[in-house]
């Protein structure tokens, strides 16, 4: 990984799609010139974000050498991720004359940055767009590997497309205006991660729980670092999903679910956080993950302050399973971990997960 000066940046090699992810202590002009200059912009970020960063992105934008600069903020929250959304985007994007060679710059956390990039995805049919991460959530998990979409009623993340940045820019500062709330909905994404594919990472999570509940910062910039070279790796092997790339939906099925139960009242860091505990205990109940493996997951869930379960209506959780894409041929797939470090995919039936959830 290689070093220039604060900054530390990796590659996600995808071919002529490939590019790299910073991590910058800030954001500045110069990192965005290679991205803005000469060209239309246009910024889309969300109410909260908005008012914290829109103004500074867009006169670093403007110093940056941007021929035009249009910004769109939508309301905060999983409630706007809807294709009413994309499309105030896209007819902005028009009155602001943008072209082929425009750029759309995804600020915020993982709906912003969803929403930016699938608008990028199908406007003109399809321009560049850079994700500008704010949330620990979206630094280690939405901004990377090129998954852009919005929901529909019936569930999330159902209409969408696979379209990469042109770059992800993560600058740390952003972290200290995060509440504690959002940014253990980051840790989890982190958690899930080392759970999945590097025990030694997982064992040093559990070590250093202390700095992890008081936000260290040098020990949140290598979570960082760690959690992204992770899933870069994954998505350079299997970049739309036709394999083991799936299994970075460990705790998404059931989060899923429980995100829609909730009303979308939980974020999803949470439903993720529960979501792999419930994964466990389904794993367990059918023989599949020894006790150790699901209690030592547990634990250090619980040591974060993370959400272990919620106490929703089960029948409710078991019929939102099936909205969710994950769903193949009326069966159920979830993603568990036999042993630390190692994920599979196993399909369920129907009457089993009924089982485990007592209905």
């Known amino acids: 990984m290689p070093l220039q000066g604060n900054e530390q940046y990796l590659s996600v090699g995808l071919g002529d799609r490939s590019y790299k992810i910073q ?16 060209r239309s912009c246009m910024i889309v970020s969300d109410s ?13 934008l403007k ?33 602001r004359h943008l072209d082929r060679k425009s750029v759309i710059f995804g600020l915020g956390g993982g709906v912003p940055g969803d929403m930016a990039g699938f608008a990028a995805a199908i406007y003109m049919r399809g321009i560049d767009f850079v994700q500008l991460p704010t949330t620990l959530l979206a630094m280690v998990d939405s901004s990377i590997g090129g998954k852009t979409g919005c929901d529909l009623p019936e569930g999330k993340n159902l209409i969408g ?16 205006t995060l509440p ?12 899930k991660c080392a759970a999945i594919m590097d025990e030694p990472f997982f064992a040093e999570l559990e070590a250093n729980v202390e700095k992890i ?47 829609k139960v909730s009303e979308f009242s939980i974020l999803h860091g949470q439903g993720v956080a529960a979501g792999m505990c419930m994964a466990l205990e389904l794993g367990e109940h059918s023989g599949l993950i020894p006790a150790e493996v699901v209690e030592r997951q547990k634990a250090l869930i619980r040591a974060t302050g993370l959400p272990e379960k919620y106490d929703f209506n ?27 470090g190692r994920a599979e995919i196993v399909t369920f039936p129907p009457e089993t997960v009924r089982e485990y959830l007592g209905l």
Do not use: W
């Open 23 to 38: 991590l910058l202590d800030t954001l500045t002009a110069d990192v965005l010139r290679p991205f803005a200059e000469g």
């Open 48 to 60: 909260t974000v908005a008012d914290l960063y829109l103004g500074e992105t867009f006169a670093l």
């Open 63 to 95: 110093a940056a050498g941007a021929a035009s600069i249009a910004t769109l903020a939508f309301e905060a929250g999983e409630e706007s991720k809807t294709l009413a959304t994309v499309e105030s985007i896209c007819r902005t994007a028009v009155a």
């Open 161 to 176: 497309a696979f379209h990469q940045p042109q770059g992800v820019l993560i600058a740390a500062d952003r972290l200290k």
């Open 180 to 191: 504690d709330e959002q940014y253990l909905c980051g840790l989890a994404e982190i958690i």
């Open 213 to 259: 509940r008081s936000r260290d910062d040098d020990f949140t910039r290598r979570m960082i670092l760690k959690t992204c070279a992770l899933k870069a790796k994954i998505v350079e092997m299997d970049e739309k999903e036709g394999g083991i790339r799936a299994i970075l939906n460990y705790g998404h099925t059931f989060g899923h679910a429980l995100e």
């Open 314 to 340: 089960r029948e409710q959780v078991y019929q939102a399973l099936f909205s969710d894409k994950k769903t193949v041929g009326g069966k159920l797939r979830f993603v568990i971990t036999p042993e630390m």
